[in-house]
């Protein structure tokens, strides 16, 4: 058996300074959103001449007085990825492409355009906030409804953990913040709270039988118990999403790595966060029978 | 938890079977109408252009407003009430009349039965609404005025929108209403979206106006400019014609000139007219307004009673067949905005299609292969059923003809690496009670009974996460949430049915051997 409430302090220390750090880097350095939270226009180029360079393409379109653009290789060598946020312009990508006709021959392939709006930008991340929100916010009555109240609070303290920690990670590494990093948060969501659940479930089971058994060792023989288990679904669900960052194309990285983060953060989490709160409230046999009793 | 009466075993297979061969419907083709469903590629997958227009209505407003103000006045000189200071500021029309008629006023806007200012029992309003003020009144729209007026219009950008992405011939595009004032165009298929974007961009509205020189013009003058030169003429406000008196237009090619031209038919109404304004006014020019530019303004030479024209402009064969196209459709009756556009290339949609099969099938071979190294015989149990569902998912958004999207076959994916938690659950569960327990039926027995509250809360929640996600998320977003929500589903029937059987099966064969799993 692995004594892992021998560092149940380390690593709360550790999370509290890791939430505290991503907060500080989520308010000082911010979130990098892409366009669809933050409005303007996505290009995905591919070219077919190798010839044509990142720092060429962006003096041509320096000229054009689209503000803030920024080009970056995209995949491969001849993809790229070109982003401003001017808007006021409705024939701006015709005019785009009018421009690299003229300097670098026919010779692009216009593969994504996206559009957004300022006002169907401020909706979009609205809404996201709304979606994560009511995510927490059932999570929390569920988990209420069929845990006591200790084991809702050491979720929810894991899912905020989770959440928290992945985005301060994103900003840390200045990854960008679209819809599908939305939806991969969300899902982290359900993931974490899958893995807590699984481990809360066997730790009342385990407050049942052994009356004599204070909840420091009783948490460490249910983490223990259900390990393989927890190990097991981590690696093939990391199996799956490595696959999908590896081979599933550029435009699901960034979903992929989110999950990925998440997956880890929220097996790490279920382990050290949830289980360490139920040491520090004291839960014990009593906790769980009373409850039992008003039912 | 181990016994299956052979009814069960029959139904299980043949469901199993049944998915299987939906599944498969996409990639052979049936006969059968039935089985003949194939799922429905997303923009992203497929290609094809994703529009959200947004509807200006604050023309629509001041043109009521200020077509409201000829109203007021007619309608009260019949009560001989004589309206003073009419005038329409920032969509509030303001106006006085002598001190003794302000109650008479008041009671007319407030009168329920009143056709000046309609009122609305449903929502208890009435569509304006009259403040008093110091020296006269205000009149806007109410709340409820504002949105019968937002939707009204909206029915009509619709017709119109769907008149001109029909009239170009795209394949199956869908266009639906979003608010009251917004419309959702999606155009599978579509390369290049410039060409559908100038043509829902154009308002289309169409007069016929005569030019003057004297800008004190009865009905009043505006300077209008010229469509592709800087040049300006004066043109009466009076509408001698609009774009509703057209039957049809065509691009043609003027024989005589060598020139591509728009001809046109005018309607009963619109031919009469047309005749008489041309026979009082030949030597005059009528100038061809296009929203608010003038296309031409040629010099009437003669009567035209045949109802029927030609306009010319300077056009290219293609813009003369879009310009014959929109007046075919007709006028917006507000201007449309693109607020977002996603547009995917063909190509891009073909490389995303491999890209997420080729992960589908290396992740998917990665977790069958760790299964089975880790459970072996009952690795294999988990594999086939793990295949079974894989079918089955594809089964169910095959019937459902539901839209796949690149993170749906993420969700896909995901799912698969999910999919094999409860039956992880129930092995580990099964090796704990082995340890107590030295009977294998048992043993088995209460691995999967114990297990069960612990797989339906792990997978309520994500279902949970699933669920908000289909709801709040759109597009590409929604296909990612529906694959992880069925999937959900299909992972418990065969994790209960599938590999529960094949377990049952396998250990009621070998119930005396040690060490069993």
């Known amino acids: 058996m692995i004594a892992f409430n021998r560092y149940y302090n380390k690593f709360n220390i550790l999370s509290i300074s890791l939430v505290v750090i991503s907060l500080l880097f989520l308010i000082f350095k911010g979130l990098n959103f892409g366009i669809d939270f933050k409005g303007g226009t996505l290009i995905e180029l591919r070219s077919t001449d190798s010839k044509i360079n990142v720092s060429s393409l962006r003096d041509k379109l320096n000229q054009m007085n689209l503000g803030d653009v920024s080009v970056k290789k995209f995949g491969n060598e001849t993809d790229f990825l070109i982003k401003f946020e001017v808007d006021n312009n409705k ?10 006709d003229k300097s670098y021959g026919n010779n692009f392939d216009f593969r994504r355009v996206e559009n957004v709006g300022p006002k169907v930008s401020a909706e979009l991340l609205r809404s996201g906030v709304i979606a994560i929100s009511v995510a927490l916010a059932l999570m929390l009555i569920y988990i209420w409804i069929r845990f006591e109240w200790q084991f809702s609070l050491g979720a929810i303290l894991a899912l905020f953990h989770d959440v928290i920690v992945t985005l301060g990670l994103f900003s840390l590494l200045g990854l960008e913040i679209n819809l599908s990093i939305i939806a991969a948060v969300l899902t982290i969501v359900g993931y974490s709270m899958n893995d807590t659940v699984v481990i809360f479930d066997r730790v009342r089971e385990n407050l049942r039988k052994y009356s004599d058994i204070k909840i420091f060792d009783l948490t460490n023989i249910s983490i223990n118990e259900t390990l393989s288990r927890t190990l097991i679904t981590s690696i093939t669900t990391l199996l799956a999403l490595l696959s999908i960052f590896f081979f599933g194309g550029e435009v699901l990285k960034g979903f992929s790595l989110a999950m990925i983060f998440g997956v880890i953060f929220g097996t790490y989490s279920s382990i050290y966060i949830a289980n360490t709160v139920l040491v520090r409230l004291r839960v014990s046999q009593k906790t769980i029978l009373k409850d039992e009793e008003k039912n | 938890m181990l016994y299956f009466s052979k009814l069960r075993i029959i139904f299980i297979t043949l469901i199993s079977l049944f998915f299987v061969l939906i599944a498969s419907s996409n990639i052979f083709k049936f006969s059968n109408e039935v089985l003949d469903k194939k799922i429905n590629l997303g923009l992203d997958l497929q290609g094809g252009s994703y529009l959200l227009l947004e509807i200006d209505n604050s023309p629509v407003i001041e043109q009521k407003l200020q077509n409201l103000t000829i109203t007021i006045k007619n309608y009260f000189k019949d009560k001989k009430i004589k309206i003073k200071n009419i005038k329409l500021i920032d969509q509030n029309l303001k106006f006085s009349v002598d001190d003794k008629f302000r109650q008479t006023i008041l009671e007319t806007f407030r009168d329920k039965e009143s056709n000046l200012n309609p009122y609305y029992p449903r929502f208890k309003s009435h569509q304006l609404n009259i403040t008093e003020e110091e020296g006269g009144f205000i009149v806007n729209y109410s709340k ?29 595009p869908n266009i639906l209403k979003r608010g009251n004032d917004r419309i959702l165009v999606e155009l599978p298929g579509l390369d290049d979206p410039m060409r559908i974007k100038s043509l829902l961009g154009k308002t289309a509205n169409l007069t016929f106006r005569f030019v003057t020189n004297n800008s004190e013009d009865s009905f009043g003058a505006e300077k209008l400019k010229y469509e592709d030169t800087s040049e300006e003429s004066i043109v009466s406000k009076r509408i001698i014609l609009s774009g509703d008196n057209l039957l049809d237009a065509q691009p043609r090619m003027n024989s005589e000139t060598n020139e591509t031209v728009v001809s046109f038919t005018l309607d009963r109404v619109g031919a009469k007219r047309f005749g008489k304004a041309t026979s009082a006014n030949i030597g005059k020019q009528l100038a061809i307004v296009l929203d608010g530019k003038i296309i031409s303004a040629p010099v009437i030479r003669d009567t035209i009673a045949s109802g029927s024209g030609q306009i010319s402009g300077g056009f290219t064969f293609q813009s003369a067949t879009d310009l014959a196209l929109l007046l075919r459709s007709g006028a917006l009756p507000a201007p449309l905005n693109i607020i977002e556009e996603r547009t995917v290339g063909p190509d891009l949609g073909q490389d995303s299609i491999n890209a997420g099969m080729i992960a589908l099938i290396i992740g998917f071979a990665l977790v069958i292969l760790f299964i089975l190294i880790r459970y072996k015989i009952f690795g294999l149990i988990t594999n086939i059923a793990l295949i079974i569902n894989l079918f089955i998912l594809i089964g169910v958004l095959t019937i459902f003809e539901a839209t796949l999207t690149l993170p749906g076959i993420a969700g896909i994916i995901l799912t698969v690496g999910m999919a094999v938690d409860a039956n992880v659950l129930i092995f580990e569960r099964i090796k704990e009670e082995l340890k107590n327990e030295k009977n294998n039926l048992i043993a088995f027995d209460s691995g999967y009974t114990k297990s069960k509250t612990a797989i339906i809360d792990a997978n309520i929640t994500t279902l949970l996460a699933a669920i908000i996600l289909f709801f709040m998320g759109s597009g590409p977003i929604k296909g990612f949430s529906l694959t992880l929500g069925v999937g959900i589903f299909t992972t418990l029937f065969s994790v209960y049915f599938i590999a529960r059987l094949l377990t049952v099966l396998y250990v009621s064969r070998n119930k005396d051997k040690e060490r069993l799993i």
Do not use: C, H, P, Y
């Open chain 1, 91 to 100: 024939n701006i990508i015709e005019e785009i492409k009018q421009n690299f």
């Open chain 2, 144 to 172: 409820q005025g504002i949105v019968e007026l937002k939707t009204s219009s909206q029915d009509q950008a619709l017709e119109i929108v769907r008149r001109r992405i029909d009239e170009i011939g795209t394949n199956e």
